[in-house]
């Protein structure tokens, strides 16, 4: 069974960062694409960006330009900077490949003055 198990985020004022991390725990090399999804309460799950091996990446149009998907395969680990955070940003993050694995606890992101 794979695991997800998703860190970093907290509470940031606006227009602070954040770095995302998304431990998997098997190896990430040969999954062909991995994403970051944020949820908030009442909401459809949104996936916010999406990264396919030796590919583009797709970044939702409320994050272009702010968020960056990057994966360390040695590390079996993906990551999402998170720049310019609004409160709009506030949610919960998750990873997963395409939805084809359990989901993991999520990390809360908060983004209020």
């Known amino acids: 069974q794979v695991q997800l198990v998703e860190s970093g985020g907290g509470l940031v004022q606006p227009g602070g960062s954040l770095r995302l991390s998304c431990a998997v725990s098997?190896?990430?090399?040969?999954?062909?694409?991995m994403g970051w999804y944020r949820h908030v309460p009442g909401k459809q799950r949104e996936l916010v960006a999406r990264?396919?091996?030796?590919?583009?990446?797709y970044y939702a149009d409320s994050v272009k330009g702010r968020f960056t998907m990057t994966r360390d395969s040695a590390k079996n680990t993906v990551y999402l900077q998170m720049d310019n955070l609004q409160p709009e940003d506030t949610a919960v993050y998750y990873c997963?490949?395409?939805?084809?694995?359990?989901w993991g606890q999520g990390t809360q992101v908060t983004v209020s003055s």
């Open positions: 990264s396919r091996t030796g590919g583009s990446t």
């Open positions: 997963n490949a395409d939805e084809r694995y359990p």
């Open positions: 098997r190896s990430i090399f040969s999954i062909n694409a």
